[in-house]
């Protein structure tokens, strides 16, 4: 089963934390509006994904325009759909591989790619 949904132009992960004065970090506000933007479009278009069996292979599909490394892009996306509850979690028993591409499209996209035989 293949699963692809149009997203919002992820965030680099470089941008996705601030640090705090006196230390620690903390999510962006630009991240969380992304994160909170993007988890409605999945939740409308991909309903009730948690059924799809696991190990799944995730592609981030990156729109021309954007700058910069695209692997910064995949750990936001990873977290994205586990709290769109499409993931239970992006460890290795649900995610068996994680990879962005560049493309000519003008929008980002995610692909989730089941592996039914997987061990």
């Not at 999945?42 to 948690?50: F, G, L, M, S």
């Not at 892009?73 to 586990?82: A, G, Q, S, Y």
Request: aromatic share 6%; net charge positive; charged share 25%.
């Amino acid at each position: 089963m293949i699963v692809e949904f149009a997203i919002p132009d992820p965030p680099s992960l470089n941008n996705i934390y601030a640090n705090r004065p006196g230390g620690g970090r903390f999510k962006t506000a630009a991240y969380k509006k992304w994160r909170a933007l993007s988890a409605k479009c999945v939740r409308y278009i991909a309903k009730a994904p948690t059924d799809l069996p696991m190990p799944v292979d995730i592609t981030v599909h990156l729109a021309k325009g954007l700058r910069g490394d695209c692997d910064n892009r995949i750990k936001p996306c990873l977290d994205l759909l586990v709290a769109a509850g499409v993931l239970p979690g992006d460890q290795k028993k649900y995610v068996r591989s994680a990879k962005a591409e560049w493309t000519d499209r003008d929008v980002s996209s995610v692909t989730i790619r089941t592996i039914e035989d997987a061990a």
